[in-house]
């Protein structure tokens, strides 16, 4: 479920809030609690949060096999939110987590932090610290699966920010947050934590990534731009990589521009519709786009025989588009029709990668991704223009992605499909306090 929806259901339901007393702090309790259920047409994905980027390939054996039918409830939430007037303005902080922290085939849910952070500030200008969503998150429309669906972001990670507001609906705002450097060589995908030939990765942190956005609110309409820059560095001294003890540095950025339009503007026959867009363009930005590129920033020459001694290091460019339109059948039943495209380029050395190995089959060169939603919210209201789902929420999702390796059957290896192609329908229950 995308972060605009998130907040504009905490918005909508204050939850459990309370004043502790003889103070100046306002403690709130919030959650819900979600069952989802799914089955697969095509090959067994045997997770509830699919990746696009990993889908079975057509002809493999989990495309044998079938689809399967899975539930889970692991995605239910609890938060807790505190308030504090203070001489500098007002202190809010925030401890969220779900039971989304196992693995996705496991019935025994494991509890995982989402959100620790303080923010400290009034409406003009604050500051934030602790683990958040990331300035580059952004979940523009709709969905029922929990998973990063394709051109989504949904990162939640160490940062200092700062918010200001910059005129009347325009606000500003700009990060330093968490780094991590993710590649991918004849090994497969390397991260900084990653084992190695047995020894310490090469991948290495050496600086923060920085990020910053724009938003620009008015009567429902919505418009934002965002950026980041981020350094992406190997280091083979010291790891048990064949290659010569060096040093490699790549450059990563990233833009993108989102719009969200109410209908009504256009005519209020469209009630509370809503139209949505977004592009985005990038290099070596793959970590904030995990369903896209299992996460790989960048492709590197590290032990391909081809490139014996000449080691690279080279960020993966990227960009893609979404458009999703936000149906009101009436005030209580919606729809979400969205699609969206990416693309990956990647160099030359990539065709050298073992066909069928995993570095292969995470070349995702191309990839498509459709949805479509029916949910019905029973207690759902619209008050001063703005709708509010209400406490609970039940509804059936239709989704269908598809992928295509860079090469083709080439790259998958010797009688292999060169793509894969998921259709997934599933149902959701959401009972929010």
Do not use: C
């Amino acid at each position: 479920m995308g972060r605009a929806f998130e907040d504009a259901l905490r918005a909508d339901l204050p939850g459990i809030a309370f004043r502790v007393p003889g103070t100046d702090t306002q403690v709130r309790l919030y959650g819900f609690a979600k069952l989802t259920g799914y089955t697969d047409l095509n090959g067994r994905n045997q997770t509830d949060t699919p990746p696009p980027s990993g889908i079975p390939l057509t002809g493999s054996n989990a495309d044998r096999q079938g689809g399967d039918f899975g539930m889970s409830a692991r995605f239910s939430r609890f938060g807790v939110d505190t308030r504090t007037l203070t001489g500098w303005g007002t202190l809010e902080t925030r401890l969220e987590g779900d039971f989304g922290g196992g693995a996705p085939t496991s019935s025994n849910a494991t509890f995982r932090l989402r959100q620790a952070w303080a923010e400290l500030g009034t409406d003009a200008f604050r500051v934030l610290a602790g683990q958040a969503n990331s300035l580059w998150n952004e979940g523009l429309f709709e969905t029922l699966i929990d998973a990063t669906n394709l051109n989504q972001s949904f990162v939640r990670q160490a940062q200092l920010r700062v918010t200001g507001r910059l005129a009347p609906g325009l606000t500003g705002q700009f990060s330093i947050e968490a780094p991590e450097t993710q590649y991918t060589s004849a090994a497969g995908v390397v991260t900084p934590s990653s084992n190695v030939d047995g020894g310490a990765s090469p991948a290495f942190n050496a600086m923060p990534d920085f990020l910053g956005r724009l938003t620009w609110r008015e009567d429902g309409a919505e418009l934002g731009v965002r950026g980041m820059l981020r350094e992406l560095q190997i280091r083979t001294a010291g790891t048990a990589v064949a290659d010569p003890a060096v040093t490699r540095r790549t450059l990563g950025w990233g833009l993108a521009a989102h719009g969200r339009l109410p209908m009504r503007w256009l005519s209020d026959a469209f009630g509370t519709d809503e139209v949505i867009g977004m592009a985005f363009y990038g290099e070596g930005i793959g970590r904030y786009f995990g369903g896209n590129t299992f996460g790989q920033d960048a492709l590197s020459t590290i032990g391909l025989a081809s490139h014996a001694g000449d080691v690279r290091l080279d960020s993966i460019p990227s960009w893609g588009a979404v458009a999703a339109y936000r149906r009101f059948w009436t005030t209580q039943l919606r729809s979400n029709f969205s699609y969206a495209y990416a693309r990956q380029d990647y160099p030359g050395y990539a065709r050298d990668f073992t066909p069928g190995s995993a570095a292969a089959l995470s070349l995702n060169r191309e990839m498509h991704q459709v949805f479509a939603n029916l949910i019905w919210s029973p207690f759902a209201e619209v008050r001063n223009g703005v709708f509010g789902s209400g406490w609970l929420d039940l509804g059936l999702e239709y989704l269908f992605t598809r992928r295509d390796l860079l090469g083709g059957a080439t790259m998958a290896g010797p009688g292999a499909v060169g793509h894969g192609i998921a259709n997934r329908f599933m149902f959701a229950a959401i009972a929010r306090f």
